[in-house]
């Protein structure tokens, strides 16, 4: 109950428009981004240059949009304000319809990056689709899902994580290295980030169903991260791994959030406990 007003004042923001002309235009969807902002998690910026342009409509903000005004639907409801619920219905019913009707890339059977951009749709394969699978069950059809799911695992799927980009995509970066424009250059654009199989896991196993194949399967992504935690920072995760094999471990040695979404997916869509990994004895 303590925190029901701000949660009300943030769907509030985003409805009546914040800085960075982020706001829900009038198709229900959230826009945003003005010339040399970078507004979402694919954040790279070099002096005035943007290295992932992603103004206009992302996926996984559309995604996340839709899932918060379920979440304030149901809080409206349990505190007793049913205008307020209802609010976040009809607007949650808008953004759904636009969706569905604006996001699917039928030539390329995926789901645009983003939309309404200054330069339209982006057709890049990138893992941000992932996110309207696993946050919500209504986004897209299960064929649709299944399509999406094909596509990611043909082009981004590696045993450590997802690339940021398809490799066949002419601005991929296969490796992380370099100079900080280099880097940065590299950062969302191919290099390989280990927290995305939380995601990913989670649109697998909702789209395919919890048996115990799919879950054998699912589980059998996360191998090369049990491989993992005994290099680089022992015990750990990295941050980030090249695009290209043999996958060199890259960015900070460990970061909380790679080791986190692999274990949520563990436990959540797998019905697994904690692992508990033994870690080799190295003789120095």
């Given at each position: 109950?303590?925190?029901?007003?701000?949660?009300?004042?943030?769907?509030?923001?985003?409805?009546?428009?914040?800085?960075?002309?982020?706001?829900?235009?009038?198709?229900?969807?959230?826009?945003g981004?003005t010339?040399?902002?970078?507004?979402?998690?694919?954040?790279?910026?070099?002096?005035?240059?943007?290295v992932?342009?992603?103004?206009?409509?992302?996926?996984?903000?559309?995604?996340?949009?839709?899932r918060?005004?379920?979440?304030?639907?149901?809080?409206?409801t349990?505190?007793?304000?049913?205008?307020?619920?209802?609010?976040?219905r009809?607007?949650?019913?808008?953004?759904?319809?636009?969706?569905?009707?604006?996001?699917?890339?039928e030539?390329?059977q995926?789901?645009?990056?983003?939309?309404?951009?200054?330069?339209?749709?982006?057709?890049?394969?990138?893992?941000?689709?992932?996110?309207?699978?696993?946050?919500?069950?209504?986004?897209?059809?299960?064929?649709?899902?299944?399509?999406?799911?094909?596509?990611?695992?043909?082009?981004?799927?590696?045993?450590?994580?997802?690339?940021?980009?398809?490799?066949?995509d002419?601005?991929?970066?296969p490796r992380?290295?370099?100079?900080?424009?280099?880097?940065?250059?590299?950062?969302?654009?191919?290099?390989?980030?280990p927290?995305?199989?939380?995601?990913?896991?989670?649109?697998?196993?909702?789209?395919?169903?919890?048996?115990p194949?799919?879950?054998?399967?699912?589980?059998?992504?996360?191998?090369?991260?049990e491989e993992?935690?005994?290099?680089?920072?022992i015990?750990?995760?990295?941050e980030?791994f090249?695009?290209?094999?043999?996958?060199?471990?890259?960015?900070?040695?460990?970061?909380?959030?790679?080791?986190?979404?692999?274990?949520?997916?563990?436990?959540?869509?797998?019905?697994?406990?904690?692992?508990?990994?033994?870690?080799k004895?190295?003789?120095?």
């Amino acid at each position: 109950a303590v925190a029901w007003p701000a949660i009300k004042q943030i769907l509030d923001g985003y409805r009546e428009g914040t800085r960075y002309d982020i706001h829900m235009d009038i198709d229900g969807l959230i826009t945003g981004g003005t010339p040399g902002t970078q507004l979402t998690w694919m954040d790279a910026k070099v002096g005035d240059w943007v290295v992932t342009p992603r103004h206009g409509k992302p996926v996984e903000v559309q995604a996340l949009w839709m899932r918060a005004l379920d979440i304030g639907r149901r809080l409206a409801t349990q505190f007793l304000e049913p205008t307020y619920a209802k609010r976040c219905r009809q607007d949650r019913a808008r953004a759904l319809a636009s969706f569905r009707t604006r996001f699917w890339y039928e030539d390329g059977q995926y789901l645009f990056d983003t939309i309404d951009g200054p330069a339209g749709s982006h057709t890049s394969i990138r893992p941000n689709q992932m996110y309207a699978i696993s946050l919500c069950d209504d986004l897209v059809t299960r064929d649709q899902a299944i399509r999406v799911l094909r596509t990611v695992t043909e082009h981004l799927l590696t045993p450590v994580g997802l690339r940021t980009l398809s490799p066949h995509d002419a601005n991929y970066c296969p490796r992380y290295e370099g100079g900080p424009m280099e880097r940065d250059r590299a950062y969302h654009q191919g290099t390989v980030w280990p927290f995305l199989f939380g995601p990913f896991i989670t649109s697998w196993m909702k789209t395919f169903g919890s048996t115990p194949e799919n879950q054998k399967v699912a589980r059998s992504f996360l191998n090369g991260l049990e491989e993992h935690v005994h290099e680089a920072c022992i015990g750990q995760i990295s941050e980030i791994f090249d695009g290209e094999a043999p996958h060199h471990p890259r960015g900070c040695p460990a970061q909380a959030w790679s080791i986190a979404e692999p274990l949520r997916a563990m436990v959540e869509d797998l019905g697994s406990s904690i692992p508990r990994f033994s870690i080799k004895s190295t003789s120095i």
